[in-house]
């Protein structure tokens, strides 16, 4: 079976530019989670989705964060405009209520 | 405060030891806990995930419960170097379904 699969899984750009990163989620998972990970803040949540709806999206850090997920197998987190300090890596996991989270092979962002 | 914490180590262990990774919790409510592996520029693979008091065991892998102490630990037996990763503690939000995430022990298996 195909995991959670994230594009792109590297991404290059300038400072202001708007980026897009995508997630399809394991076929049947009704659960979505956004992640971004740095080596001093660690694993952070910054959204979750239950059946498509955002449920907590109070780890968004400002308003230059958005996520959508218009159906039950994509969803993307869009940073407009984007600083050199959303450098990271953005994991996107899914699972089924009470189970393990399965993760994405992430995407590296940096932001020159 | 932190509500999972972990000794982000390094912890260092000859080939062939028992590895001992601990992980505290503040929330009582938490009701699954979770083990994952982290290699460098890799995603989090999950390894165990333990729901009730006391042991569970999958081959070299032992995770311990003690909701009393408010404590998760993970014991690797008979060590390879290719355990070597960051080890993710993870606890469920009482509330929800999101995980609070401890920021990793790093074990490094010597040969």
């Known amino acids: 079976d195909a995991g959670v699969i994230q594009s792109p899984r590297h991404e290059v750009t300038e400072m202001g530019q708007e980026v897009t990163l995508r997630c399809k989620p394991i076929?049947?998972?009704?659960?979505l989670f956004w992640y971004r990970q740095t080596m001093m803040r660690g694993l952070e949540l910054l959204i979750y989705f239950n059946n498509n709806v955002p449920i907590d999206d109070s780890g968004m850090p400002e308003d230059r964060f958005s996520a959508k997920m218009p159906n039950a197998s994509f969803s993307t987190l869009k940073i407009q405009p984007s600083e050199p300090r959303d450098s990271a890596v953005y994991f996107c996991a899914s699972n089924l209520a009470g189970q393990p989270q399965h993760f994405g092979d992430g995407t590296r962002l940096s932001i020159l | 405060q932190k509500e999972v914490e972990q000794n982000s180590g390094p912890l260092s262990v000859p080939e062939g030891a028992i590895a001992s990774l601990n992980c505290t919790y503040s929330d009582r409510g938490s009701q699954s806990f979770f083990w994952y592996r982290q290699y460098s520029g890799k995603s989090p693979e999950l390894i165990m995930f333990i729901y009730s008091n006391g042991d569970k065991e999958d081959g070299r892998f032992t995770a311990q419960l003690n909701k009393a102490s408010q404590y998760v630990s993970l014991l690797i037996r008979d060590s390879q170097p290719s355990d070597s990763a960051t080890y993710l503690c993870a606890v469920n939000h009482p509330d929800n379904r999101k995980l609070i995430w401890g920021l990793g022990t790093s074990l490094a298996v010597n040969p």
């Open positions: 076929s049947g998972h009704d659960y």
